[in-house]
């Protein structure tokens, strides 16, 4: 069965230094997403993504976040200076339609801002 | 703006029995979609069940049902001959209707805990 991969798994990164977490969803997916939880909070929308371009997204997704799909295939998100407060389970997700309001999911890559 | 409230971090219950988690939520919207998604240890969330909220009827999966009460804003989740692999984080979400649906709002979870 298809599915949403993520890498990596677990990021270790230093205070100020940029980090990119990538994803590859479902083939025939048109529709592209990342959400963050953090440690015992909620999971976040971050940002849609759709047509190649971003589709919507939150407040949380400021200037230092960036995503794009550069082959055709991953789907990437950019975090270009990070901070303490961006440690986080970071999920892509996808969906071929946004008329059912399902999501597939990837496990999740753990951000540790050091 | 749409919120969520799950308010039970953990629960357990014995292998064959039911236990119901909750969930509450507040929304502005008149056309939403409300889901329960299942995050097994280290694996990724994957959807239960769905409900539109136009439908009086509750939805239901196999073992898997919810008590939607609209007037309320509730949405629990009933499992049924609960097995072990039910053990996992249950989490419960609401998406706007037709056009946004899969931006989701999620609860905290809850974790299930399921006993021999």
């Known amino acids: 069965e298809p599915e949403v991969t993520q890498t990596p798994s677990h990021q270790v990164t230093q205070m100020g230094q940029e980090v990119i977490l990538r994803c590859v969803p479902i083939s025939n997916h048109l529709y592209f997403y990342w959400y963050r939880q953090i440690l015992g909070q909620k999971v976040e929308f971050l940002v849609s993504?759709?047509?190649?371009?971003?589709?919507?997204k939150s407040e949380i997704f400021d200037d230092q976040f960036s995503v794009e799909r550069p082959d055709g295939s991953n789907f990437t998100l950019k975090i270009r200076s990070t901070k303490l407060e961006d440690s986080a389970m970071y999920f892509c997700?996808?969906?071929?339609?946004?008329?059912?309001?399902?999501?597939?999911f990837g496990e999740g890559s753990r951000l540790t801002v050091l | 703006a749409q919120t969520v409230t799950q308010s039970q971090p953990e629960m357990s219950v014995q292998e064959a029995e039911t236990v119901t988690l909750s969930c509450t939520y507040d929304t502005s919207e008149s056309d939403y979609y409300l889901f329960w998604y299942k995050q097994p240890p280290s694996r990724q969330m994957i959807l239960v069940i769905r409900?539109?909220?136009?439908?009086?009827q509750n939805a239901t999966e196999n073992r898997f049902s919810v008590n939607f009460q609209k007037a309320a804003k509730s949405f629990s989740l009933k499992i049924s001959d609960s097995q072990l692999g039910d053990a996992a984080m249950y989490f419960c979400?609401?998406?706007?209707?037709?056009?946004?649906?899969?931006?989701?709002?999620f609860g905290t979870g809850t974790r299930l805990q399921v006993m021999l």
């Open positions: 979400a609401a998406g706007k209707g037709t056009g946004t649906a899969s931006k989701l709002t």
């Open positions: 409900q539109e909220a136009y439908k009086q």
């Open positions: 997700a996808s969906t071929r339609t946004q008329l059912t309001g399902e999501l597939f």
């Open positions: 993504f759709y047509n190649n371009e971003i589709s919507e």
